[in-house]
């Protein structure tokens, strides 16, 4: 069992840029592979980035290469995110997920956090 506590969401200004963090409980955390995704209001669930356990591997949706960067430091069983250049598009509620398997873009991960809003004001 893996349960997940996302932070660091908040209000920005486009072209700012916030920093999120998923942290995880579980003394397992570096066999995981930990997905960001994101949902805006009326809008689907849309997979981010992902990056695998030990971190050598990473995956991000077109919308937002180049501009994010999920990293992670198992000894602190926490995954961030890096975001930058933000637009008012990137509004959206941001979610953890994790799952042994490395496979993105994958939407059916085991465990899931709650999620942490992020909203880019124009």
């Known amino acids: 069992q893996v349960q997940l506590v996302e932070s660091g969401g908040g209000l920005v200004q486009a072209g700012g840029s916030l920093r999120l963090s998923c942290a995880a409980s579980?003394?397992?955390?570096?066999?995981?592979?930990v997905g960001w995704f994101r949902q805006g209001r009326e809008k689907e669930r849309e997979y981010v980035a992902a990056?695998?356990?030990?971190?050598?591997?990473?995956y991000y949706g077109d919308a937002v290469a180049g501009r994010f960067t999920i990293s992670r430091d198992n000894a602190k069983n926490t995954v961030y995110l890096q975001m930058n250049s933000l637009k008012p598009e990137d509004t959206a509620v941001y979610y953890c997920?994790?799952?042994?398997?490395?496979?993105?873009?994958?939407?059916?991960?085991?465990?899931w956090g709650k999620g942490t809003l992020v909203t880019v004001s124009s």
């Open positions: 579980g003394r397992t955390f570096s066999s995981y592979a």
């Open positions: 990056i695998s356990g030990g971190g050598g591997s990473a």
């Open positions: 997920a994790a799952d042994p398997s490395w496979a993105p873009p994958y939407y059916g991960m085991a465990y």
